[in-house]
């Protein structure tokens, strides 16, 4: 069993600084963003930069995903948010759920030189995650157990040898984790899963979302979701837009919603 | 079974047209482009409006890997060469294998605005592409069998129903198909496996990657990847960094290429 890797460890001594496994997604969508924001240059910077402000002391890590920033002035927004999430100590987590063949997963790979972690999806096979999970220093988390209905539909599915996929895929990636830097994404929409693949994987921190907007079980979360102590419980939605109708207040509202979440945490901390 | 929708009938239609079943893959890694590009603003949109008047006349579709793109210059490369392969009246395939649960797949889904088809990622199911799904007038090519070696770790996994993964991935996007608007992402590297899922799913076209660099088989791509004639063999390096030495003549060699490619595709076809 490796060691944790350098994410890895910088991600637990944020969590034992702050006291917090609160993962905060930066899902910028220029459609929600506050009226008076719309006008300024680069938007998503300027809401984002506003975000941190009111919850970095409450954030484990920022996990933008990659979907809400695919456009030339998305990529300029990222770069800043990414930047200023830095200044103010707090890990980056993209969530990109990328994976693609040889000299394209390298390309892709190069969003990591910017960010301290991915999201990638498995289904192409290890030689598809292996420019990501070939950077010791980085993390990886591993698309396992997603928290939407449709999470069903493959992940479910029966192998001959008597288990789900998602187990399989727990399996696998605990054995692409040469350098201690690999975790999973499992949702929080199912408790007994989570239950089910912390036997399967002692050693991988889970990403856990699905506990915000979506509803999922906060204790089994916390209880699961971590490795020795590190992982990551993600509301994206229910923090950012907690303001949605404050008006300019949105940002304070954004940290009291941040605060809320990781009081709500801890109290199934150990 | 739905009769093509606007995109497949538009790709029939160029297809008749150029009598050509050839993908161009605009895979514009920036570490490779001529050196007497990489000066220009936007060298990568300077490069492929060079492939693009070298290589349209044989091209049925011009398909860009998104993760060549993904920066702000990036961004706007890509704009510029939608618009311009346009207006050579081709099609535009981006191949950008996302998937994400619901208002995050919205997101995604509006990369299609600006092109007329996209691959998708099924490992998080069906609700994870149905923005995608949902456009009836664009393509979604459904990633089923890849050309690389690992996409067999999960890929040819067997189901406890006795079939690999792949071909209950298969017959999933086949009731995905409700506006005619679904294809399949099929590697050549396994000439068996295409010849079984044309089969299993005999009315969706396959997008056939991996007849050039990965060496794949020409003869199986197109005697099993076209379904009623309409489906597409992909080559990217191959085409675009065919004169990689060539100097200030690459696009004369790329055009070359993708004219060899066509020829002998079309000695297969009927």
Tied chains: 1, 2.
Excluded at 49 to 74: L, M
Excluded at 145 to 166: F, I, K, V
Aim: charged share 30%; proline share 5%.
């Amino acid at each position: 069993m490796p060691e944790f890797n350098a994410f890895f460890s910088r991600l637990r001594d944020r969590i034992d600084a702050n006291d917090t496994v609160v993962s905060v997604g930066l899902d910028a969508d220029v459609d929600r963003l506050p009226e008076h924001l719309r006008e300024k240059d680069l938007p998503r910077w300027a809401f984002n930069r506003r975000i941190i402000d009111a919850t970095h002391e409450y954030a484990a890590c920022y996990k933008p995903n990659a979907a809400f920033y695919e456009d030339a002035d998305g990529w300029r927004s990222l770069r800043e948010t990414v930047a200023y999430a830095h200044g103010k100590d707090v890990p980056v987590l993209l969530d990109a759920k990328r994976a693609d063949i040889g000299n394209t997963a390298r390309k892709y790979a190069e969003l990591l030189d910017d960010v301290d972690a991915i999201t990638a999806n498995p289904y192409m096979g290890r030689d598809s995650l292996e420019p990501f999970l070939s950077r010791s220093d980085k993390g990886v988390f591993v698309l396992c157990r997603t928290s939407n209905p449709g999470g069903a539909d493959l992940q479910d599915l029966e192998l001959s040898s008597g288990e789900p996929l998602y187990r399989r895929v727990a399996a696998l990636a605990d054995t692409w984790n040469q350098y201690g830097n690999v975790g999973l994404v499992v949702g929080a929409t199912a408790p007994e899963e989570l239950e089910e693949l912390r036997g399967e994987v002692p050693e991988l921190p889970f990403l856990v979302p699905g506990v915000g907007a979506q509803g999922g079980d906060v204790e089994a979360a916390v209880e699961y979701g971590l490795a020795d102590g590190v992982g990551l419980v993600n509301s994206s939605r229910g923090i950012i837009f907690a303001g949605e109708d404050a008006g300019e207040r949105f940002a304070a509202a954004a940290g009291q919603a941040a605060k809320r979440l990781r009081d709500q945490l801890n109290r199934h901390r150990d």
